[in-house]
């Protein structure tokens, strides 16, 4: 019996050092968010958008949804819902979809599974306060 309290207790510190941890990398990920939206910000000044290359509106694009997608994975860190997980899939799809120059193929599969999340996140999430459905 002793053994398994001792057990018990262990289990609790991993898992408080894992979750002060994941803490500490989402407050490391949101500095580097923060510094890398200074050169972004930059880049937006400087850019002439009349006469904006589609070369350099793809690159701005990038990296601007590259910073969304990394916000939304900080959420995703600091609260464990299914429904953040399903906005960091959505927002990384999304991302892929729009940067990259894909083929029919490609962008009907990333519909596709855009049209899955918000499927999944519409009837699977259960989510406070939902009662049931009236017909």
Known sequence: ????????????????????LEI??????????????????????HISIPNMDPDVFTQFLSDALTLVVGLEFVKMLCKHTAETLL?????????QMVVEHLNTFQTLIGVTAIA????????LIVRPGDGPRKK
């Not at 019996?1 to 979750?19: G, H, V, W």
């Not at 490391?28 to 930059?42: F, K, Q, R, W, Y």
């Open 87 to 95: 906005e960091v899939l959505m927002f990384a799809t999304a991302r």
């Open 116 to 123: 899955a999340l918000f499927a999944t996140q519409k009837y």
């Open 24 to 45: 500490l990398f989402s407050m490391i990920i949101l500095l580097v968010i923060a510094v890398s939206i200074i050169p972004l910000m930059d880049d937006f000044i």
């Open 1 to 20: 019996m002793n053994n398994s309290r001792i057990k018990r207790r262990l289990n609790e510190i991993i898992y408080q050092i894992a979750r002060y």
